[in-house]
């Protein structure tokens, strides 16, 4: 089980591993050595990964914003993805989270498009399992990667897990794209 940060002052457990802040620090440091901007577009983190982002001093040289689109309707109003693949194949969808970071990536002019969408219990959601996840990013030149990820435990562990794994798959792009 990974170490958990205390809030301060509240002697609650932060929802996500102190290491998601390290590894948010070393997208924001490859973000900037690539001259890179990113956007988030979150449902089942409900802007837990924004809120790690931000959490770094200096990240607005490098986050431009994020969407939180939990209802189906926001992710095709506000993110673009297609109504018909959302009445198709439903929310969890490889192919909507990758049109979810291609929408963010769009909508708000940056560079990546970070995308996470899932079933974070307690119950099963259209057929979907408890901690199936996908984790989609855009990047420049219509570079995109979509993984599919089954995290156990809780919800808050589900959660916990979809922003360590989504930061670092972002990191893994802004290194392949400044490697090229």
Do not use: C, N, W
């Amino acid at each position: 089980m990974p170490e958990f940060a205390q809030e301060a002052g509240t002697g609650q457990v932060a929802l996500v591993p102190a290491a998601a802040h390290e590894t948010a620090a070393a997208v924001h440091r490859l973000l900037r050595g690539a001259g890179a901007t990113v956007a988030t577009a979150e449902s089942l983190t409900g802007g837990l990964i924004g809120a790690v982002l931000t959490g770094v001093a200096g990240a607005s040289a490098t986050y431009r914003g994020g969407a939180i689109a939990y209802a189906s309707d926001l992710k095709s109003g506000v993110l673009g993805v297609s109504r018909e693949l959302l009445e198709r194949q439903g929310a969890v969808d490889p192919d909507v989270a990758r049109s979810m970071a291609a929408g963010v990536r769009d909508r708000l002019a940056s560079d990546f498009g970070l995308a996470v969408t899932g079933v974070a219990g307690p119950e099963p959601q259209d057929g979907r399992p408890v901690g199936l996840v996908y984790i989609a990013v855009a990047g420049p030149g219509g570079a995109q990667e979509v993984r599919e990820f089954v995290f156990p435990g809780d919800r808050y562990q589900v959660r916990s897990s979809t922003v360590v794994q989504a930061l670092g798959m972002l990191a893994d792009s802004v290194k392949a794209h400044a490697g090229k």
